[in-house]
């Protein structure tokens, strides 16, 4: 099946610094991509959605200008969490597909922790 | 609105056992519904999904779950449990086949030998 790739796995950050995370299709051009966060013991929940060469559509609740979302490219989506505080500290799991028509792909996700 | 419950954030079962993992959803249209596993340090990878078409939905490694909307479940069976198994299982739905997912919080499946 078709691979997606995040990186990093985990990374640890100081509060108030900021953190690039990279989701990559490798082997499929990727219109769209998804990304999630999961805190300890609840859901996947959806935090934007994006299209490549388009600004993000972000979900209620979710600010953008401190969750940078850029695609700028069919196989690259990253995820700027800016001025981190410990209560950013959750997995980050981005998802990739072609078209509307076909299944997202899921990444291995990235474990952050703001201390 | 949507929603997805899944009862039971952990589940043990022996070796060969049936796996029985479940899912409750909530739709206001006809549901998409996933099933997802996801082993340490890995992606979450589909393992079947019902886009209503047969209720009996069959998917890979030897799951499958079946779709009733009387009672709104969608529950993940398998009939002989394989240590393999060992895994985080996410239930999801949405109200379009590809677009996006909401999904429960998990139920963690350790097989026993």
């Known amino acids: 099946g078709a691979v997606v790739s995040q990186h990093p796995s985990w990374v640890i950050c100081k509060s108030g610094t900021s953190v690039k995370i990279e989701c990559r299709s490798l082997?499929?051009?990727?219109?769209?991509m998804f990304w999630y966060r999961q805190f300890p013991k609840q859901s996947l929940m959806l935090m934007a959605t994006?299209?490549?060469?388009?600004?993000?559509?972000?979900e209620q609740g979710v600010e953008k200008d401190k969750f940078l979302i850029n695609h700028a490219s069919l196989t690259l989506s990253t995820l700027t969490v800016t001025s981190a505080h410990p209560e950013d500290s959750s997995f980050y799991i981005c998802?990739?597909?072609?078209?509307?028509?076909?299944?997202?792909?899921f990444g291995q996700g990235t474990r952050l922790t703001v201390v | 609105a949507q929603s997805v419950t899944q009862l039971g954030s952990h589940v043990s079962v022996s070796e060969g056992a049936l796996v029985l993992l479940r899912c409750n959803y909530s739709?206001?249209?006809?549901?998409?519904l996933f099933w997802y596993v996801q082993y340490p340090n890995q992606g979450l990878q589909l393992l079947l999904k019902?886009?209503?078409?047969?209720?009996l939905v069959k998917g890979i490694n030897g799951f499958e779950a079946e779709f009733k909307k009387s009672e709104t479940s969608f529950h993940l069976t398998k009939p002989s449990a394989h240590m393999s198994d060992a895994a985080e299982y996410f239930c999801?739905?949405?109200?379009?086949?590809?677009?996006?997912?909401?999904f429960g919080t998990g139920t963690r499946l350790t097989i026993i030998p």
């Open positions: 998802s990739a597909r072609t078209d509307p028509n076909t299944e997202a792909f």
């Open positions: 082997d499929f051009q990727a219109t769209t």
């Open positions: 994006s299209n490549e060469g388009s600004k993000a559509t972000y």
């Open positions: 739709s206001s249209v006809p549901p998409y």
């Open positions: 019902y886009t209503s078409a047969a209720t």
């Open positions: 999801a739905v949405s109200n379009n086949g590809n677009e996006k997912l909401t």
